[in-house]
């Protein structure tokens, strides 16, 4: 069965550190791989997508995610976080002829200014 | 691009009593629409989801239900609720004229109802 693991369920930076966050999905044949941000109060926001080609995926607000196919893996990445970044963030996935995303229970992070 | 509107985006209701859910989408037609539920450190579990007026599809056997009418239009409903069916409700839709050939597109979301059930 397809699944999503996010192995980080909370995370505490400073402004200014760098940030990685993990996520490894279990998926058969071709796989397109998202991540979300919900910041409080707000819906949930697609951050990046990644389909094929490149695997390192350039976002909005600074955010990258490289998908590393040998080790099931689509890890969310930005060098220098601000304290506006603190939100919960989810990665999903979805097979290549699915309706339907594939969730992970999502990581909280908050960044101390 | 889309646009998801639900409503009411908070409701606090008695244990079995019923619940409709509105979810109502606009520009784009004939999209794939899905229920989410969002639970503190579980994710998003996908309730159901529609490809067409009249088709759902359940994921997960349980209290409640689905229906889509109109093309762009979904609702959740419960004839009577549990304590279990808190919650927070999250309608979502997929474009599907992006699909072919290309398997998922992302998901565009709603902001949201919070149900407690008391």
């Known amino acids: 069965a397809q699944s999503v693991s996010q192995h980080n369920h909370h995370v505490i930076l400073s402004e200014a550190a760098s940030l990685e966050l993990g996520c490894n999905y279990s998926?058969?044949?071709?796989?397109?791989l998202f991540w979300y941000v919900q910041y409080p109060g707000q819906h949930l926001q697609l951050l990046l997508k990644?389909?094929?080609?490149?695997?390192l995926v350039k976002g909005i607000k600074g955010f990258e995610a490289e998908f590393i196919k040998s080790k099931f893996s689509f890890n969310l990445r930005k060098p220098s976080v601000q304290w506006s970044d603190t939100a919960e963030y989810f990665c999903a996935a979805g097979s290549g002829s699915a309706r339907q995303l594939t969730f992970g229970s999502g990581t909280q992070l908050t960044v101390l200014p | 691009s889309q646009t998801i509107h639900q409503w009411p985006a908070t409701l606090v209701q008695p244990v079995g009593s019923p619940l409709s859910l509105e979810c109502t989408v606009e520009?784009?037609?004939?999209?794939?629409l899905y229920w989410y539920r969002q639970a503190a450190g579980r994710g998003l579990q996908l309730l159901f989801y529609s490809v067409g007026i009249g088709q759902i599809s359940s994921e997960v056997p349980q209290n409640l239900s689905a229906s889509r009418p109109q093309d762009r239009q979904f609702i959740l409903s419960s004839k009577k609720l549990l304590l279990s069916d808190s919650g927070f409700y999250l309608c979502a839709c997929m474009e599907t004229r992006a699909l072919s050939g290309r398997g998922s597109s992302p998901l565009h979301f709603g902001n949201g109802t919070r149900l407690t059930v008391t």
């Open positions: 998926y058969g044949g071709t796989v397109n």
């Open positions: 990644y389909f094929s080609g490149d695997p």
């Open positions: 520009g784009t037609s004939n999209p794939n």
